[in-house]
Structure formats: C-alpha cells, structure tokens
C-alpha cells in the first residue's frame, strides 16, 4: 500500500466516525507545562459517554466537539509536523531498593534529551503499595517491581507524557496494583496506554496522535492475536491523523539481540511473532512502532515508508535489570513525523544504564554502532542508516 492510498483509506474511515460520533468517546484533558495537551481515550466495548476536566480547562466540549472548516484544517496539517520520543524498559527501582533522593535527581543526566514533543516509555513494573506480589514465598526466577506512587512526579518532570503498561511487569502487584499505576500516573497528568481495547490520543502542534501498546497477556491489547491488532489499529487511525504502536515482546537476554523469524519463546512463552506482527500494523495504519522487552538494543527496519524499532533496550533499571555488555546499553528515539505519517527526521541518541541503573548519556555512542549492524544484517536493504551521531537516514534516502 502506497503511502497516498493510505491517506485516502485514513481520510474516509475519519469521515466515518464523524458520522457516528462514537457513542464510546472518552476525553480526558490533561493539564501540561506552556499549555494543554488533549488526552482521548476510546475505550471499545461499549460504556457511556464520559468527560472530565481539571478547573480552569477548557470543557471536553469545546475542546474536542468542535471541528473547524475541512479547508483550513487541510491547510494546517499540510505543514503541520510532530515530535514523538520513545524510550525501552524503564524501572525506577522496587522496594528495598530504591534510588538515591526519593528518586528526585534520577532522570537528571536525560532530562535534556527527553524533553520536547509527545514522550514515550515502557514503565515496567506498578506504582503502587501494598502486598499480593505475583512472586509466592520462596519463589525462583521471579521478580515483582513495585515503585512509590509518588515516583510519577519524577516522570512527568522528566518529559514524559504517556507510559506504556502493555507489558509483563504492570500485573505484579494484580488488578490492583495495575488500577493504582493508572491511577498514579493521572494524578500527575500523564496518560497511559496497554489496556485491552484502549487508544489514547495526545495532541502536539495540533496533530492527534494514538498510542498503542500490545503485549501477549491478557491485561493489555494481545501481540499475539495480528487480526484483533490489525483492526484496533485501524481504529486509531480512523480517529487521529498519526498511530504510535510500543510492542512488549520477543525473547530476553545478551543473546537476543536479532529479530528472528517466527515465534519468539521465552521460559515457555509464548513472546509474539515480532516481524508479522509489526508488518500487520503498519499495513493497518501505524505510522510508528518502537518495541521493549528483550532487554536489548534490536535493528531498525524501513517498511512501506514507516520505522520500526524493534527494542530499545533498558533505558533505567535501578537494581532491578542487569547492566552489563549490551544490557547496559539503551537509546532515546527522537522522530519527527508530518501530519500524513511521512517522515521528516529521526535520531537515536546513544544512553547507558550507570552507577546501578540509572539512566545516562553515553559518551562512547555504542548504540550507534550496535544498531546499525543489526539492522544490515536483519534487514538488509530495508536497514534503517545509522550515522556515527545517530541520525537516522531511510534507505532510499
């Protein structure tokens, strides 16, 4: 599919859903820093209309119920481009062994390359307390992740603006432990997406943007079901005019740093068939897929005029996650996208897990390197140009 056919097929499913008005809207509008940012979520299923607000905002209303003339909306996304940075796995510790300063200088060394656009990162594990851990008395080879609920603040403080809990960790602590993470992360104005049916929309220099995320378990959109993907993507895509996909999955370890054909296994699961997976949705309309998972760095493919990043490794893992060789080496995807999905520039911007966990710059740019032989090897002449300064070049470019 070409990317103008893709446009038309967006445009019409757009003028559909006007047409329905979607009995099942939500909207949630979030308060940000030099303004506002609008947080849609479509829960599928059914369930009333609900709108809430923060006092001094804007109604949903006039927010979101009010289109303005197709001409000048045409015009305006015409030109119009967004900033979106992603990031890989991020544990800012777990009880017992949590970081220095309540956590409030932990994101100081990124903060910089974090900021600006709409922000992205894999919380793996719950802010939440409290007991019920997934891992019984004396369990092996399990491991629970339990942050303080306060710990959203220093999210928020550091640029990010939507967590992704589509992943194997958000279940630690249960249902509940998962309904205190949502409910955390709201508090402070950051939005979340991975629950089963749930698209949540952000706005940024007036392009809508849905996230995505998916993960082979039962508490988030399932990796492993590509029809019901494909059709929730395309759902998305009739309701904004761009489509961030985060994928949890594919094998974990130092040796897993391949994208391998078929089904990825690990300890007996079932971790998705990460290629066909990826292809499924960017045929359905994601403009952007970044995964998370295997714990490390994976090669970057160009598909139908659309990036895929299949791990962006461990971004923080403070005492959690293991830092050493290529465990310890992550990234910060920066893109900037047009309106109609295509591209503008992109750049990985090389980190490093230091002094435990924490999240660094790295110096050394082996991210670089790592990223770009990979992706020649697993991809060939759809291998995504990495420079010696992480500047992403397409390949036809």
Not at 84 to 94: C, E, L, N, Y
Not at 209 to 231: E, H, K, Q, S
Not at 320 to 328: D, E, I, M, P, R
Request: aromatic share 6%; glycine share 14%; charged share 20%.
């Amino acid at each position: 599919m070409i990317p103008n056919d893709r446009r038309a097929e967006r445009e019409r499913r757009r003028r559909r859903v006007r047409r329905r008005r979607l009995v099942t809207f939500a909207v949630v509008v979030t308060a940000v820093a030099a303004g506002a940012v609008l947080a849609a979520v479509k829960l599928t299923g059914g369930g009333a209309q609900a709108a809430t607000r923060r006092a001094g905002e804007p109604s949903a209303s006039s927010s979101a119920g009010v289109s303005e003339p197709a001409s000048h909306a045409s015009r305006r996304l015409a030109s119009a481009t967004v900033a979106i940075a992603t990031v890989g796995d991020v544990v800012m510790g777990t009880t017992g062994a949590l970081p220095p300063d309540g956590g409030r200088t932990f994101f100081d060394a990124v903060a910089r390359d974090l900021r600006g656009g709409l922000v992205l990162g894999n919380l793996e594990g719950t802010l939440s307390t409290g007991s019920g851990s997934k891992c019984g008395a004396g369990s092996s080879n399990c491991f629970a992740f339990q942050m303080p609920p306060s710990y959203a603040k220093w999210l928020r403080g550091a640029g990010f603006r939507i967590m992704n809990l589509a992943n194997n960790h958000s279940f630690d602590y249960g249902a509940h432990g998962l309904k205190q993470t949502e409910a955390s992360l709201s508090a402070r104005g950051l939005a979340f997406t991975g629950p089963p049916g749930r698209i949540t929309v952000l706005t940024g220099h007036g392009v809508r943007v849905a996230f995505l995320g998916f993960a082979p378990y039962p508490w988030a959109n399932d990796l492993t079901n590509i029809p019901a993907a494909r059709r929730l993507v395309q759902e998305a895509a009739s309701e904004a005019d761009l489509v961030v996909v985060m994928l949890h999955g594919g094998a974990e370890g130092a040796d897993r740093t391949h994208v391998p054909h078929g089904t990825e296994y690990y300890l007996g699961e079932n971790r998705g068939n990460l290629r066909v997976f990826t292809h499924a949705v960017v045929d359905a309309g994601a403009d952007l897929v970044v995964g998370s998972g295997p714990h490390v760095l994976r090669g970057m493919e160009w598909y139908h005029h659309r990036l895929i990043a299949y791990s962006l490794g461990n971004f923080a893992g403070y005492k959690v996650l293991s830092t050493g060789g290529v465990l310890g080496i992550g990234g910060i995807l920066r893109v900037t996208l047009h309106a109609d999905g295509s591209w503008e520039n992109g750049k990985l911007i090389a980190t490093e897990l230091v002094d435990g966990g924490l999240p660094a710059p790295d110096r050394a740019g082996r991210a670089y390197g790592l990223v770009r032989n990979l992706s020649r090897s697993d991809f060939g002449s759809r291998a995504i140009h990495v420079s010696n300064t992480g500047s992403l070049t397409p390949p036809q470019a």
